[in-house]
């Protein structure tokens, strides 16, 4: 059940029902989702960048939960798209299964979401309703899904949803939109108590990686500036390393510096997403032994997903980053996304490119 009815009654091929979907959200969460739009446009550059090398995206999202009882031990839900390009899939469910617990899920229209256990990249057993599947995995919290108001700014939602995700997924809406949200609020969460979701997933070759895309601006400690990196997406980028995934780690930088600017400016202005520089960095597994063995910080309440309580994070240097590009060049980003592929970096971040970008 969701507060909008139960998930068979939803008409999903009503665009108002995704954004009904996505208003029940932090307004970060629709914001984040015009940034994965736009990166999307940049990897799609990848392959040309890459000189011809074969590099496909994963038509996939995937969600990590922890037991309860026993945090060592993951689930990863990767839900699919029956009739899809599926090249990959097989390479990468096989992938986290050196980590994870790995259930594939499916979701049709009038009937919800169904899970089915796979083993070595292949499907050991039938497909379940998610429910029950997650009957026999999890105790169900008491807890409903619910964000504080004051991380609900419709106005942010509104210019996101109506400005620029349902023209730009079109008849897609529903599945990019919609599905995966109720996917997580609805059908994970109320089992578990956090839910962490994997980026982008390439296929480059025969490597697998993540490509995340996180869209915020740096803090100043001790006259260095630097990101936030919290202590569960940490943990979840260590696993995916012994998955023999790997991990770019990517950021645009708002060029305001204001937590009440949401991410509008990206579509409506050029001269600001020149301003808006992108960094990224590969973590192997030195790095990620680094940050998750450097000292917790702890972020207020509007930075967790239902805008309560704290985030516990690890704070990362701005100049561990290499500068990519502005976002007002994809083409840019792709070629330095690709150095990245390819271990290599042609310049790095500095203090002064990000203070000197900053807009306000």
Known sequence: MTPLGSVESLDLKNPQTSFDILALDKHQIAEGMVVESLFDQIIERIPAAL??????VLDVDTFVVRDPQVSTKGYAFVLSWSGRELTGLGRYLKALGRAFTTYQVAYVDGAGFSARLVRDG??????DALESVLAQLA???????????????????LASFWGYLSQTYGDRLAERVAVPRLLVNWGLQPWFRFVWNIDRVLLVGDSLWVLE???KFPYEHAGRLQFGL?????????????????????????????????????????????????IGRTIDEAGIRQILGSATAHSPGHTT?????????????ASDFALLANLADPDAVAGGIARLLDGRVERQCTDTDLRAARLT
């Open 51 to 56: 000189g011809g090398k074969q590099a496909r």
């Open 305 to 317: 997903l239902t805008g309560d309580g704290r985030l516990n994070y690890k704070p990362l240097a």
């Open 122 to 127: 292949k499907a050991a057993g039938g497909w």
């Open 139 to 157: 105790v169900k919290s008491e807890r409903t899904y619910s964000v504080d108001g004051r991380v609900r700014r419709q106005d942010r939602q």
């Open 213 to 215: 895309a996180k869209h």
């Open 230 to 278: 919290n202590n569960g997406e940490a943990r979840l980028i260590g696993d995916l390393i012994r998955c023999g995934i790997g991990v770019i780690h990517s950021i645009v930088v708002k060029p305001y510096w204001d937590m009440n600017i949401g991410s509008s400016y990206l579509i409506s202005s050029f001269n600001a997403r020149q301003s808006a520089l992108v």
